[in-house]
């Protein structure tokens, strides 16, 4: 079934919007095309055209397209948040995108330009936030709050209950127990199991942080 919306540009032309395309083709939206900052452009990806960089976007009105970010998100850094800051105050809207074999709850609420990846569940009562990347395979239980910009890596569990404030990114396999608080611009390290409250701009937590002798 086609899914009604408007053509999308991509932004970015890396690992990440290979799997944004292969989304996008199964839900049969038309890509107009790519665009890259790099300074050895390509004119081609995936078969889809470079359209060139960021600034080709000012071409289509606002109200005739939809963007999709296509940059991958890293800890530390912005690159992504930020394009999104900017197209947004220049009028444009990102489209929220969910794979077709992601698990979500009707009482789930994702917000604008988030991107919910494939084999992931989303369960009652949980909130995702705008731009926010849900990687594959990840499980957010019943009553979560996940902030904005956020980057839940993939294979991430988190238990009911848990609140991840914006900007932060939970590394690939890590567990959280629930009823836990994680703050803003955190960097919580793969395969890291949470069982305390995480306080904001807490940059790296190694795995033994977590530990306690019973």
């Known amino acids: 079934m086609k899914t009604e919306t408007k053509p999308v540009i991509i932004l970015g032309a890396g690992g990440h919007a290979k799997v944004l395309i292969e ?3 199964k839900l049969d939206i038309e890509i107009l095309g790519l665009t890259d900052n790099a300074e050895n452009q390509i004119k081609e990806f995936q078969g889809l055209k470079i359209l060139g960089d960021d600034y080709q976007v000012y071409k289509y009105p606002p109200e005739e397209v ?5 940059i991958g998100s890293l800890p ?3 690159i992504r948040r930020d394009i999104a800051i900017d197209m947004r105050d220049k009028g444009y809207r ?3 995108i969910v794979h077709p074999n992601s698990l ?3 009482k789930a609420i994702l917000h604008e330009g988030c991107q919910i990846m494939a084999g992931s569940i989303i369960q009652y009562g949980t909130s995702i936030g705008k731009d926010t990347i849900i990687n594959t395979g990840s499980v957010i239980d019943h009553e979560c709050y996940v902030g904005q910009s956020c980057h839940i890596a993939t294979g991430s569990v988190l238990s009911g209950n848990v609140i991840v404030g914006d900007n932060t990114h939970i590394g690939t396999g890590t567990c959280i127990i629930n009823n836990i608080s994680i703050g ?3 960097v919580v390290a793969a395969g890291s199991v949470v069982y305390k409250d995480i306080i904001s701009g807490s940059k790296f937590l190694q795995k033994k942080e977590y530990h306690e002798e019973f």
């Open 76 to 78: 530390g850094n912005s």
């Open 94 to 96: 990102f489209l929220t």
């Open 184 to 186: 803003e611009n955190v």
């Open 23 to 25: 989304i996008l083709n």
């Open 66 to 70: 939809f963007l999709v970010n296509g």
């Open 104 to 106: 979500i709850s009707e």
